[in-house]
Structure formats: C-alpha cells, structure tokens
C-alpha cells in the first residue's frame, strides 16, 4: 500500500463561536478513491476549503507526499497539485470548453497572444483520455452542455495541470442515472491512473459503487475510517448519525441516544 | 495530465457523433441550423442598417450621395470610439454613465492647454494629459466601486453629475463666452482632414491584407496541430466579403473628399482593442469576469484588477472620444458631453450587439451600433425634422435593437444553445 499523498493531522477550523472542525484527521493515498461523508454541517466543506487554501486552519498539520506543507492560499494547493472541483463547478457560461479548462492559465505565444490551437489540442487530448466523447466540440460555450457534461468538463480542467489530488464535491448531486453514470466511470478512470480522489457525496450507493475508502466526520469530528469493502451501506449510517465522538466528553463510547 | 498516445495527425473527433463541417456548403447547413437556432451573429444589425438606407434613401436624394456618406463617417468616428469603452464596460455587466462628460473633460483639458500662448502647449503634450486625466478618472471610478462595493450605476451617475460640473466650472472659469476655439492646426485636422485618394486605398487595403494575414497565419497553426478548420472556401468567402465592403467603402469616401483622416484613429483603435478583446489573456478574462466573476475568481483570476483596468479602458476611450469631438467642431462649449451623448455611445455598443448583462460582445460592435446611430441621425438631419423627433426615432431603434436580440435569446435558450 502506497504512503498517503495528502495527509491532514489534527486539523481544527472555527468560525467565530462555531467549532467547524476539531482535530480532525484525514489523509488519501495515490490510486485511491477516498469518499467523505457525513451529515449536513459535519465539516466536509470546511476541510476541503481549509485543503484548497481558500481559508488556512487554526491549528493542525498538513503533509503532502510525506512533508509538512503551509498552504497560505489556493495558488499553494494548486502549485501541490491539489485541485477541488466545487459542487456550483465554477464554470463561465459564456467561455466554451477550452477557454473554461484553461481559465486562469492561459497558454501564451510571443509573451502575450494566447495560444488557442494549442489549447485546443491539450484540452482535447485530456478529454479523450479520460473518454469524455459527450461533447460535440471543445468550442462548444459551456451554457449548452449538460449538467453531466459541464461535471465532466470541470473534472477534466482539475486533472488537466499534472494534478496528483483531485477533490470533488458532490459531483453527482444534480445529475440523472445516465449522467451519474458518466460521472462515476470518470472517477474510477482518475485512480486507474494513479490520482488521489476525494469525493464528497450523500448517496452511499454512489460511494460504495466507487469509494475504496470511507472517512465519515460528524460535528466536526473525524468518527470512522473504513475499508469499504469490509462495512455496510448501514454501518456507514450509523457512523454518520451516531458515531462515536473522541473529543465530547461522555461521548467517547458508542452512544445509543443520539 | 495529458495522454501521449496521439500522434497530431489523428487526434481523434471529440464526438461520436458530431462531425465538424468540413465542406462549404456543409459549413453553410451548420450556419443556417444556428441561425434558425436563434444565433444570428450580426445578421440582424447588418439588415436593420440595409434598412435604414433604403428608407432614408427613398425619403431624400441626398441621403445616398458620396459627400454624405463622408459625413456620416465623421459623425459615426466619435460615438464608435467612446463606444469602444462602453463595449468593455458593458462586458463585465457593469454600466458607466460618466462616460460622456469623462468624454467632455478630455477635450476641455486638452483645448485649455493647447491655447495659444496660454500655456500653449504643443499638442502631443496637451492630448497626453487630456488621455491622462479621462484615464485617471476612469481608474477613480473602478476603485470606487471594486473597494466599496457600491454598484457602478450610482457611482457612475455621481460622477456623471461631478464631471458635468466640472466642465461648466472649466468653461465658466476660463472663458467668458461660453466657448473655446481650438486653434491648433494638428488637432483641427483629426476630425477635418481626409486623406489622400492613394492613402485611403493603402490604409484600407493593408487593413485588409491585416485580417487576412492573421486568419490565414491561423488557417495554417490549426491545420499544422491536426485541429479542425472551417472550410478554406468559408474563409476565402469572409475575407472577399471584406475587402469588397472595404473596397466599396474607400472608392466612394474617394470620390468626395476622401477617407476621413479620424478613421485611422478609429481604425487603429477597433484593431487594438478588438485584439486584446479576443487574443490576450487580459480579454479573455474580463469576459470570464463578465461571465462569472466566482468562477473567474477561483480560477486565480485578480477580478479588482481586471475590473478597475475596464473603467480605464472606458476613460480613455472617452478621452479619445472627446478629442474627436472637439476636434470636429473646433471648439469645447459648456453643453460639451451633453445632450444625447451618453445614450448615443451606450445605445451603440448596445445595437451592436453588446449585451447588458455582461459577458458577451465584441468590440467591432461599437462600429456597427455607431453606424446605425448616425445613419439614422444624418437621414433625419436630411429630413429637417425636430430633435424630439429624432430621439422617438433612436429610441425605437435601440428598442428594436434589443428586442431582436432578447428574442434571439430566447430562440436559442429553447434549443439549447445557451
């Protein structure tokens, strides 16, 4: 078993008088689909955004490939090669596929004239790697693609920069049968080829279709790390309801009231 | 993490089953299924200007003379030009209504330092400062609105009052008649001098000879990196298309007085911006920014710095603008900038087909909104009727204008264009 790529040591997040995260630990490996759950408020969003540099932790460890890393931004998390593809996508409905996958890092010639065929070309090659054959064409403006083909086009500009961490949230949320199907091809297709994947989802069947691994949060709290192929849709419930709790006084035994 | 296993000859399509057009009249099908799509591109102002033409041609002989068309190059040459700013505001859904007295300060400032002996600058010097201020005016505004937050409608319309102000204060202050002649020979000649016959014809055929180096340079990069072009009959059609209308317009201009010397400023401008507009990768973001600024913001994209740059962008236009203006009328007045200016230069960015709402536009759209402006300005000039007249005229225009375009929308939201 490979070492994790991305790992979070006793990480905690407040905001104001709201304890977010406390002491959570987390960590991915290269090849690996780890899922993230837990219920609404749990922490999922506040890790991944502390992950993505878009706010730094109160206190806590980072380590990427083995070494403490700060990241003090999202340029640092991009830089790692961790990219977070967010639930709304961020796409620009205006912009067509290329000039979204290239967003922000425009290639250049001569200094300052952007380089289209270039990007065309890579923005190409990248959606044929991972067998997105929806769209009609990369110029197509993203305002008339499906919702699974804009998920597919956001996942393809996350692993387009040599990315090693690829985090989604929620990829599936707003998707139908066929287009999730799409979807969770794409992610098993991102650890064949040696990324690590975190996904955010609350459709345990999407999870137990593509996770290998299962870290469940509650109140902030990291609750449970399981192996998904040894545990339950139900055990995951359970964790994710009542979980035990190592940081709550009272509650560092498995509860029956919660 | 790009897959190495294509050659670039055999990039596979995209699509299972989409295929790119690849014949002219295959590129033709596409085009027609677009347009019927609702996407009409500049098919609709293109016919709303055939229009205009043959209503105000069959009202008076004189509409479709060649000293006319020369006029109306000379009224189109400022409304164009500030509308080049108002493009690049609109693109990012902001709106900026001081634009046209930004538009007056430039030339006041310039007249009032070119006057003789007093300072008597020279006027490379006076138009740099006038450029200077419109900008810096400009850069104020966005700073105003990116740091507070405050919408650049009040903003704007605060400054729209403040500069208002200023111009009367200017005038008031340092002419007692309400008016300031421009004496200087150079400045005159912007919006008054016409080119010679052989210089129109080199300035309108390298224009040409431009685009068409450019596609053609293009043309070849996507064929040498085995990327789909559009049929070379397609793109041998276009740049013909092109160079009969420049052609046309040229030999006409000729036959009166010639090119206005003001469409080499226009002309140097519209390639400028409509460069950086669509080839840099400053364009590209201030239409993502237009599109959707969080987007544009998690892609590392400064939207502060990009937006502030667009509000300079539209002051120094209008500086420009206001130049061309005092230079055509040889003087700056205490009514500079005001009466339908603003209207005029927002209502052509936005008949060219620059959209409100941000985020979709090209810059050659403030050409084609100015033409259709002054085309209908100079037939109703022809015509005598009274300026109350003119403004129903214009504001059914512009309403026209924005109807076909919410309906093309519309079109294309139902068949999944956009």
């Not at chain 2, 105000?56 to 700013?85: C, H, K, V």
């Not at chain 2, 053609?216 to 009969?244: D, E, F, H, S, W």
């Not at chain 2, 590392?300 to 002051?315: A, E, L, Q, T, Y």
Request: hydrophobic residues 50%.
């Amino acid at each position: 078993m490979a070492d994790p790529i991305l790992e979070c040591r006793g990480v905690s997040k407040h905001f104001g008088a709201v304890q977010a995260l406390y002491k959570v630990d987390f960590e991915v490996r290269p090849g690996e689909v780890m899922a993230l759950v837990g219920d609404n408020g749990a922490g999922k969003s506040t890790l991944i955004k502390g992950i993505a540099g878009i706010y730094p932790f109160d206190e806590g460890q980072i380590l990427f490939e083995g070494k403490p890393v700060k990241i003090h931004g999202p340029k640092d998390s991009s830089d790692l090669g961790i990219e977070v593809v967010y639930q709304d996508l961020a796409l620009a409905d205006n912009l067509d596929v290329v000039a979204n996958m290239f967003l922000g890092r425009e290639k250049v010639q001569n200094g300052f004239v952007i380089d289209e065929a270039n990007m065309e070309r890579t923005a190409r090659e990248t959606l044929t790697g991972l067998s997105v054959t929806t769209l009609q064409s990369v110029r197509q403006v993203v305002a008339g693609l499906s919702g699974g083909q804009r998920q597919s086009v956001a996942v393809a500009k996350a692993v387009m920069w040599n990315s090693k961490v690829v985090i989604l949230d929620e990829p599936t949320a707003a998707l139908g049968v066929a287009q999730t199907r799409q979807v969770l091809d794409l992610v098993k297709r991102l650890a064949d080829q040696d990324l690590a994947v975190v996904i955010i989802s609350h459709n345990l069947h999407d999870i137990f279709e593509v996770a290998d691994r299962i870290t469940s949060l509650r109140l902030g709290q990291t609750v449970d790390l399981f192996q998904t192929s040894e545990v339950t849709q139900q055990d995951v419930v359970h964790s994710i309801t009542a979980g035990r709790m190592k940081y709550v006084p009272g509650m560092e035994q498995e509860e029956e009231t919660a | 993490m790009t897959s190495e296993t294509q050659t670039p000859d055999e990039l596979p399509p995209i699509s299972r089953e989409h295929k790119e057009p690849t014949t002219v009249a295959e590129f033709f099908q596409a085009w027609w299924v677009r347009v019927q799509a609702g996407d009409l591109g500049f098919l609709p102002i293109i016919i709303g200007l055939v229009v205009i033409v043959i209503i105000f041609g069959s009202l008076d002989s004189r509409y479709l003379t060649e000293r006319n068309f020369t006029n109306l190059l000379l009224q189109m040459a400022s409304f164009a030009t500030i509308g080049i700013g108002v493009v690049f505001v609109l693109l990012l859904a902001e709106i900026d209504l001081a634009i046209a007295f930004n538009s007056a300060v430039g030339g006041v400032v310039m007249t009032l330092l070119l006057r003789p002996e007093d300072p008597g600058w020279p006027w490379p010097l006076a138009i740099a400062v006038a450029l200077t201020v419109t900008t810096a005016i400009g850069f104020v505004m966005g700073v105003i609105i990116t740091k507070t937050g405050v919408p650049s409608f009040v903003v704007s319309l605060a400054f729209n009052l403040g500069l208002n102000g200023v111009v009367l204060i200017l005038m008031t202050e340092f002419s007692g008649s309400g008016t300031i002649r421009i004496a200087d020979e150079t400045v005159r000649d912007i919006s008054n001098a016409f080119l010679p016959d052989l210089w129109g014809w080199l300035l309108g055929i390298g224009g040409v000879a431009v685009v068409a180096g450019t596609e053609l340079l293009k043309y070849r990069t996507r064929q040498q990196r085995g990327l789909p072009n559009k049929p070379m009959g397609i793109l041998a059609m276009q740049l013909g298309g092109l160079a009969v209308v420049v052609i046309a317009a040229v030999w006409y201009a000729n036959l009166d007085r010639g090119v206005p010397f003001v469409m080499v400023v226009l002309g140097f401008f519209l390639v400028m911006w409509s460069f950086i507009a669509g080839r840099t990768r400053f364009g590209r973001h201030v239409y993502a920014v237009g599109g959707n600024p969080e987007a544009a913001r998690r892609a590392g994209i400064s939207v502060d710095r990009v937006k502030i740059s667009v509000f300079m962008i539209g002051g120094f236009m209008a500086g420009v603008g206001g130049i061309v203006i005092a230079s055509r009328l040889q003087s700056v007045a205490t009514n500079s900038g005001g009466g339908p200016l603003l209207l005029n230069v927002i209502a052509a960015a936005v008949i060219g087909g620059t959209s409100l709402f941000g985020g979709s536009g090209k810059v050659v759209s403030a050409l084609l909104g100015a033409l259709v402006i002054a085309a209908v300005e100079n037939g109703m000039g022809l015509q005598n009727v009274n300026s109350g007249v003119k403004f129903v005229v214009t504001g059914l225009v512009l309403l026209a204008a924005v109807l076909a375009d919410a309906f093309a929308k519309r079109r294309q939201t139902a068949s999944g264009i956009r």
